[in-house]
């Protein structure tokens, strides 16, 4: 079974994905900020990462930015999921590495469709 790591401070959202995620059949966790997502990866490396942008402690462009320049995680596919849905937005997340963008509020289905697309 597939593990996916969403990370968002918003806990209506976490809720909202992770429900839909388990529902579809894969094992989530859950963290709230850049710091409990550095411990969930430490612990066991996920198969996809759900990304919001905007967090307590640092910008999810900048955590995305570094995921992907760092060998260990690198390969891991990042969803940002995020309430910045201007095209420039998504161009920029894009840009940071991103293997996908989608604006929230969160389309259950549409999420579900990225995720199997990229697992």
């Known amino acids: 079974m597939n593990t996916i790591l969403v990370v968002d401070d918003s806990k209506t959202d976490q809720q909202i994905a992770t429900s839909a995620l388990k529902q579809a059949g894969y094992t989530v ?8 997502a550095k411990i969930s990866l430490a612990a066991k490396k996920p198969d996809l990462i759900v990304l919001d942008v905007v967090l307590p402690d640092r910008s999810g462009f ?4 570094d995921w992907k320049d760092n060998d260990a995680t690198k390969s ?7 309430s910045k849905g201007s095209k420039m937005d998504k161009y920029w997340g894009m840009q940071q590495g991103a293997d996908a963008y989608l604006a929230k509020p969160i389309d259950t289905d549409q999420l579900i469709q990225t995720v199997r697309k990229l697992i």
């Open 29 to 36: 966790v859950t963290a709230a900020n850049d710091q409990e």
């Open 62 to 65: 900048e955590i995305c930015r």
């Open 76 to 82: 891991i596919p990042v969803i940002i999921c995020s």
